[in-house]
């Protein structure tokens, strides 16, 4: 969470929503329908698709692909679903690595940006295994300059609490993020960010990198 997020979210929100009614191509709409739940909304739906592959092979068959997608609350018919299926089984096996499939759906960050993320998960990333805790974001986590910390509404920890809450989702209270749910995650805060330079003074003032 970043100071204004909240506005800034709900803007993005607003203006997924308005884009949707424009859009045709089913992969837009998909990425726009989980950018109007705000940037965790990627994120979310990795999630799902995590859980749902049971033997962690981080395939899913088209039945899953549909299933995650209508547990997710997800309206796109199925013709839509199918040709987005097919875009992503680029070698007709009937399966789609959904790795490769939320990397296709985040909002395009900037080279950039991409860097200030990295820096920041390195940063957090003690043991550089690609996975950190919770512990390690509660001891980098700078909360004192978000707003509702400023104007005495809430204390530090309940602005980590808040902040925590967009990782650990409360079907999978695991304690861990991974990189990619950490770039899912501010790819979607990215979405919401117009200037390079802000996002990473953002990302800088955050994690004090």
């Known amino acids: 969470q970043m100071p204004g997020t909240a506005r800034r979210d709900r803007d993005m929100a607003v203006q997924a929503k308005r884009n949707l009614s424009k859009t045709?191509?089913?992969?837009?709409?998909?990425?726009?329908?989980?950018l109007a739940r705000g940037s965790a909304g990627i994120k979310g739906l990795g999630?799902?698709?995590?859980?749902?592959?049971?033997?962690?092979?981080?395939?899913?068959?088209?039945?899953?692909?549909m299933k995650g997608?209508?547990?997710?609350?997800?309206t796109l018919d199925k013709?839509?679903?199918?040709?987005?299926?097919?875009?992503?089984?680029?070698?007709?096996?009937?399966?789609?690595?959904?790795?490769?499939?939320?990397?296709t759906l985040r909002p395009p960050m900037s080279n950039a940006r991409k860097d200030v993320v990295m820096q920041a998960f390195q940063k957090l990333d003690k043991t550089g295994d690609g996975v950190i805790t919770i512990e390690d974001l509660r001891?980098?986590?700078n909360a004192k300059y978000h707003s509702k910390y400023l104007n005495g509404d809430?204390?530090?920890?309940?602005v980590f609490r808040a902040f925590l809450d967009n990782f650990d989702s409360p079907?999978?209270?695991d304690g861990k993020v991974t990189i990619e749910e950490f770039i899912d995650y501010y790819s979607g805060v990215s979405a919401s960010i117009d200037t390079d330079i802000y996002f990473i003074i953002l990302m800088k003032t955050a994690w004090r990198l």
Do not use: H
């Not at 045709?24 to 989980?34: A, H, M, N, W």
């Not at 799902?48 to 039945?63: C, E, G, Q, W, Y």
């Not at 997608?69 to 997800?74: E, F, K, R, T």
């Not at 679903?81 to 399966?95: A, L, M, N, P």
């Open 24 to 34: 045709t191509d089913p992969v837009e709409k998909l990425r726009l329908q989980c």
């Open 47 to 65: 999630k799902i698709f995590r859980i749902m592959d049971d033997n962690n092979s981080r395939t899913l068959d088209f039945k899953e692909f």
């Open 69 to 74: 997608l209508n547990d997710y609350g997800v």
């Open 79 to 103: 013709e839509e679903v199918q040709e987005i299926f097919q875009r992503f089984d680029k070698d007709g096996s009937g399966t789609i690595n959904f790795d490769e499939f939320l990397v």
């Open 139 to 141: 001891l980098l986590f």
């Open 154 to 158: 809430w204390t530090e920890d309940e």
């Open 171 to 173: 079907y999978d209270k």
